[in-house]
């Protein structure tokens, strides 16, 4: 059978899936509140029936926190795992919610047909695609198609922590040739992309200490080292006036963004002024020289994320504060080592104390490096002239400004790259109230993974 037949069917059954999706999205697994963990329980069982139904050998497997969901169907050709997660964000402020998070229901908008509804687009709408794909694929050949492993996670949404002991004591059963994965969105509407890196991140949390105590302000204003003024002083020495980082060693291991690359991202259909509008701004901030493309996606940064200290209630109370706070976060690109950048921010700090003063770091938080994928496989130029065959609209291959660090446990404990396709919009409201999904970016998701699979999986 062609893949013709194949597309035909996914657009005779979209009813139908439309029908199963809302299924599932009518089952509130929150996976960071632990009131709703039979719910998570829930949900995972309908995935293993759903799987078992396609013709996958499909299992719970236990963790200390919620459960993940294997599945398997051996065939020929590469073996090919997909990703996907079935935790859903907390819906607070429930007040802002136009309808109930849970009841999802089909809206029309002002650009086309929504699926409203916590999940509809992160993750449950993205990972049912490649699901229906599978169904018509089946339905029409008689087959799955290819050499298949499923694998969704529970726990995504509050941090993943059975992830990586999970993969590293199942290491051999889920390696495979190229991993999949549907949780991002495209560059722009109707621009079909494929993420090939994504920056990594470090955290870090520090408190500057100045007097032994708050100090009246008019006793010791003068001669009292102020820790509010010094870190703010230090914050300022994280930057040059041309917005660059300017700690030491910041930067070693960023690459240059190839030509060839550069040139597909200025002729993605990213709008700079739409971008900067959503967020109230009229120009960008970043590093200069760089596109804005380029400093989201290619550009490692330096940014405060918290600053704080001395009283902060109503009124006022005059006192000169014995600390003061900061959070920033670093995202990382290319071979930045998360270590060597910890150690050269913490150089900086220290280098830059007045005398009196001493800092504390909080030593309990985490780092990942980029995830930067090899797009030279041929995998990457066959999903990419599929997914422009269905859109109508060349394909791009893009970077990521945010991480998702199931990528790099891919690469770093799996061995195995990962290719990134997902048709989610910015304007989806992920993590919000009232998040939809485009009933376009479902229907057309369902026919592209039905494209890329019949292109890889042979």
């Not at 439309?18 to 697994?29: A, N, Q, T, V, W």
């Not at 029309?108 to 695609?129: C, F, H, W, Y």
């Not at 003068?222 to 006036?241: Q, T, V, Y």
């Not at 945010?402 to 409201?429: E, H, Q, T, V, W």
């Amino acid at each position: 059978m062609t893949i013709d037949a194949v597309l035909t069917r996914i657009d005779a059954e979209l009813p139908q899936a439309i029908d199963r999706l809302m299924e599932l999205l009518r089952i509130p697994s929150i996976s960071t509140d632990p009131a709703w963990k039979g719910d998570c329980a829930r949900a995972a069982d309908w995935l293993v029936k759903e799987l078992t139904s396609l013709g996958f050998k499909a299992e719970i497997r236990p963790t200390p926190g919620h459960p993940m969901v294997v599945a398997r169907h051996e065939g020929p050709g590469p073996h090919l795992l997909f990703y996907g997660h079935y935790d859903v964000q907390p819906v607070d402020p429930l007040n802002l919610w136009t309808r109930e998070p849970f009841d999802p229901a089909i809206e029309e908008t002002a650009n086309g047909p929504v699926i409203r509804g916590r999940g509809s687009s992160d993750d449950k709408g993205q990972l049912m695609t490649f699901l229906e794909a599978c169904r018509a694929y089946k339905d029409v050949n008689g087959t799955l198609p290819g050499n298949l492993t499923i694998f969704f996670e529970g726990e995504e949404e509050s941090g993943s922590p059975s992830l990586i002991p999970f993969l590293q004591a199942n290491k051999d059963e889920l390696s495979c040739d190229l991993a999949l994965i549907c949780d991002t969105s495209m560059v722009s509407p109707g621009v079909p992309s494929i993420a090939g890196q994504l920056r990594g991140m470090l955290k870090e949390e520090f408190t500057l200490h100045g007097p032994r105590i708050d100090l009246h302000s008019g006793h010791y204003g003068g001669p009292a080292l102020n820790p509010l003024r010094e870190i703010s002083k230090l914050i300022a020495s994280f930057h040059d006036e041309d917005g660059r980082v300017a700690v030491e060693g910041f930067y070693e291991g960023v690459h240059e963004v190839p030509e060839e690359l550069k040139r597909q991202w200025e002729n993605c259909g990213f709008d700079e002024a739409e971008y900067l509008a959503h967020a109230g701004m009229t120009v960008a901030h970043g590093e200069k020289g760089y596109s804005t493309l380029e400093q989201q996606w290619a550009r490692p940064t330096l940014e405060i994320n918290g600053l704080w200290g001395g009283y902060q209630g109503a009124g006022s109370k005059t006192v000169i504060p014995a600390e003061a706070h900061c959070k920033i976060t670093c995202r990382l690109v290319g071979d930045m080592d998360p270590a060597k950048v910890r150690a050269a921010v913490r150089r900086h700090v220290e280098a830059h104390l007045p005398v009196d003063a001493r800092v504390t770091w909080d030593s309990d938080l985490d780092g990942a490096p980029a995830a930067v994928m090899n797009t030279a496989r041929p995998e990457f130029e066959a999903a990419r002239q599929a997914l422009s065959d269905e859109w109508n609209r060349e394909a791009v291959i893009v970077g990521m400004g945010g991480s998702i660090p199931i990528a790099y446990y891919f690469k770093s404990i799996l061995g195995m790259d990962a290719m990134l396709i997902g048709y989610a919009n910015d304007d989806d409201a992920i993590h919000s109230p009232n998040e939809k999904y485009d009933v376009k970016s479902f229907h057309k998701g369902i026919r592209s993974w039905a494209r890329v699979l019949d292109r890889i999986a042979k």
